[in-house]
């Protein structure tokens, strides 16, 4: 029977779908987020393989998912595009997103990662991932510049797949080597003789860090399991998060708490209170303990890594994976030694591999939640000090953060263009005239990536619109955990009026 065939330009289904490249990888609305609209984008993502030469022919491409509702049948559509285009899916399970990056660098293969992160379950995303680590900006450009032929006899007129082919049996390699990275690297029994929870909620490392924790020697309790995906935001923690963990703390003998977001790539971990740290300090103090000489970091992290001293080389970047590690990759290519990078959410990426003791740990460019947690808590067993101890020994800053949700990221544009035009003077005048004298004459802004407004008394206030959703947010920093939340509450309250204005 003879097929019939449509060609799709991926820019204009893009538009068409509302399914974008944002921060780190491609997102839409789950209803937006058809089978025929996943099957597209396996096929550009397959042809940009081909373009750069990294797609063995009849090869495999690596997949695995999160426990969103929606991933399954994502990862079913996913998997439909990779046989028709004649490779080979690997299908890893529901495990963390640098466990099946892992795998796939390790095989020299591409893999696929579905997941949303963090955002809620009424949306989804596919993160791409080349042979070598995460597809960058240009990748995401070529991506886009593809034109697909699909055949119209393989689905409905809703986006539906006339028929899904049920996934292949789960490939557990990914997992495992995932877990052995991290017991040959940290020494054997490193923490014997603690207490250390782990919160599950609906996050994919949960079964990883216990594993782990269990295998360094911990006693671990696990709470809070839960069989319903919760959008836990890593740099938002919500209310009930920021709760759960000091009651838990208040309930058990504990050194902290452990977790990560959806598809683990994001950590969290407390102090022995059940106080989060925030990921920007938890990753200077894991980068510290690495021995890294060369960091990049997106330019809304917490200035304390500059004044710390402990590093050689330090960059800034625009926020997002695919920025650090362009930075990262340019620092290899200055001849750099112990490349890493961190973000604001506690991702943490090594582009180089890191020797300690004689046990090294293989470079794994793309974020990772797992050696953040290890990493802290090895450095404060070593020092014979709590967590809480150890975060006096950087320099004090503090950093508040908040969100606006529902803010059309249009709406962002228009607000924030009189801070951002070509004149550095103008930018001051307008940002003077948008927060008065509430924090003091502003002597710096840096457009980067938003808008981050550094005042004479060293404070700073950073507007920026959400890559992946429609939101808006506001980072701040002070001296003083208590001086940031303030701040933090001011710049919430003067961006509201935004939103009721334009409602």
């Not at 697909?148 to 539906?160: A, C, E, L, R, Y």
């Not at 740290?277 to 990753?283: C, E, K, P, W, Y």
């Not at 000090?385 to 006096?392: D, F, H, P, Q, Y």
């Amino acid at each position: 029977m003879s097929r019939h065939y449509k060609n799709i330009q991926i820019s204009s289904l893009m538009q068409k779908s509302g399914v974008k490249f944002g921060t780190s990888g491609a997102r839409g609305l789950v209803k937006d987020m058809t089978d025929e609209v996943c099957y597209a984008y396996t096929l550009a993502f397959i042809q940009h393989l081909h373009h750069i030469g990294d797609l063995k022919p009849k090869g495999s491409i690596a997949i695995a998912g999160d426990y969103r509702s929606s991933s399954p049948r994502i990862l079913a559509a996913v998997a439909m595009a990779i046989r028709a285009s004649d490779y080979t899916p690997i299908y890893c399970g529901f495990i963390p997103t640098p466990a099946v990056a892992f795998y796939a660098m390790t095989h020299h293969m591409p893999c696929m990662m579905i997941t949303g992160s963090h955002i809620p379950d009424d949306r989804n995303g596919i993160k791409f991932y080349k042979s070598d680590g995460e597809i960058l900006k240009e990748d995401e450009q070529s991506m886009a510049a593809q034109q697909v032929s699909i055949s119209i006899d393989s689905f409905h007129d809703n986006g539906s797949a006339i028929e899904l082919s049920p996934l292949p049996p789960e490939h557990t390699d990914a997992y495992h080597i995932f877990i052995q990275r991290y017991l040959a690297f940290f020494p054997k029994d490193c923490f014997a003789g603690q207490t250390i929870a782990v919160y599950e909620h609906s996050t994919v490392a949960r079964d990883a860090l216990g594993e782990i924790l269990e295998g360094l020697g911990a006693e671990v309790i696990r709470l809070g399991r839960s069989a319903h995906f919760l959008p836990v935001d890593t740099e938002a923690i919500r209310p009930e998060d920021v709760q759960l963990a000091q009651d838990w703390a208040k309930e058990y003998a504990i050194n902290c708490i452990v977790s990560a977001d959806g598809d683990g790539d994001r950590p969290l971990i407390s102090d022995e209170h059940g106080n989060w740290l925030r990921g920007d300090v938890a990753g200077i103090l894991c980068a510290h303990y690495l021995g890294a000489e060369s960091i990049a970091t997106p330019v809304s992290c917490n200035s304390a890594i500059e004044k710390s001293g402990w590093f050689k080389h330090i960059v800034r970047t625009r926020i997002g994976s695919p920025f650090v590690i362009e930075a990262m990759n340019h620092a290899l290519q200055r001849g750099e030694q112990a490349v890493v990078g961190y973000e604001a959410n506690g991702g943490f990426l090594t582009a180089s591999s890191i020797t300690m003791e004689a046990r090294t740990l293989a470079a794994l460019p793309t974020r990772d939640a797992i050696i953040v947690p290890l990493s802290i808590l090895l450095m404060a067993t070593q020092k014979n000090a709590t967590i809480s101890a150890l975060l006096k020994t950087l320099p004090p800053r503090f950093t508040s953060s908040g969100r606006l949700k529902n803010f059309p990221s249009q709406l962002s544009k228009d607000k924030l263009l009189p801070l951002k035009t070509s004149s550095t003077k103008e930018n001051i005048r307008a940002a003077q005239q948008l927060f008065g004298n509430i924090f003091g004459n502003i002597k710096h802004i840096d457009t980067t990536d938003g808008i981050r407004i550094t005042f004479d008394s060293e404070e700073v206030a950073h507007l920026r619109p959400s890559g992946n959703a429609p939101e808006l947010r506001c980072y701040n920093e002070a001296n003083s955990e208590q001086r940031a939340l303030e701040m933090n509450l001011h710049c919430m309250k003067i961006l509201a009026t935004w939103q009721r204005v334009d409602s």
